[in-house]
């Protein structure tokens, strides 16, 4: 298989926002590894066996299973230990492995940042494929400016997957993606912007980069929880005006 270039991430601290609660966390992060590009169809080609019309495009029409299922197939062509397990659709994410995995979202925003408060880590002509380069499709991987991680297209060009929950009270199992798109204003495309889809979701604009680092314990790391996702899916608290859950 085409080598997965992966960047290290030093240990630090990501604030992320919660817009429908109004609030805000900051997250302590442990080193983890990222790729230094989102995966291309070369790389899902020669794993998964599909054809490769653009090798060196992002990865998309992926949904976040089959995003999931490609991390556990790399991991096994490399001999590391796969990162999830399946119930049929219902997916655990075992913290300690150290094969390839989806970023959580606060690995995501602390790695495409590489630093930066801003909501780009640089001019976004130079960094990121949006709706004003007026292209039709995504572009080749590597073709703007990376930042200060090393890391290329965080913005722009292909949303990418994570493994967090959206909003589990408002959106059930929808799984959040990051980033913005080649078809995207300037306003989407911004380190904090948060959207989501279904596990089985896929579109021309979504794709996904891989992480890989294990840590101690189960059920939560890197910002994530499983019972923390538990209490989110109770809904509690007030509601905005005219919101209602999904049941």
């Known amino acids: 298989m085409s080598d997965i270039e992966m960047a290290t991430i030093a240990a630090g601290t990501v ?71 399946f119930d049929g659709e219902d997916v655990t994410w075992h913290v300690d492995a150290d094969g390839y995995r989806l970023p959580t979202e606060a690995e995501w925003e602390y790695a495409c940042r590489a630093g930066s408060t801003a909501a780009h880590y640089g001019p976004l002509a130079e960094v990121a ?43 059930d199992d929808y799984r959040v993606f990051r980033g913005g798109g080649f078809a995207d204003d300037a306003w989407s495309v911004r380190a904090s912007t948060r959207r989501g889809g279904a596990p089985r979701m896929h579109h021309e604009d979504v794709g996904f980069r891989v992480a890989r680092g294990g840590f101690d314990g189960s059920d939560a790391a890197q910002g994530w929880s499983a019972a923390v996702d538990r209490e989110r899916a109770a809904g509690d608290g007030p509601l905005p005006r005219g919101w209602t859950p999904r049941r």
């Open 129 to 171: 494929w949006t709706s004003a380069d007026g292209v039709t499709a995504p572009q080749n991987v590597g073709g703007k400016l990376p930042n200060l991680n090393g890391l290329f297209d965080t913005l722009g060009n292909v949303w990418e997957w994570c493994w967090d929950l959206l909003d589990p009270a408002r959106y």
């Open 15 to 85: 604030t992320l926002h919660d817009a429908r609660r109004k609030a805000g966390r900051d997250v302590q992060l442990e080193p983890f590894e990222i790729g230094v590009y989102a995966v291309t169809q070369a790389q899902v080609a020669e794993l998964l066996g599909e054809t490769a019309e653009h090798p060196r495009r992002p990865a998309t029409d992926v949904s976040w299973l089959r995003a999931i299922r490609f991390c556990n197939a790399a991991s096994e062509w490399e001999g590391l230990d796969p990162a999830y397990t």
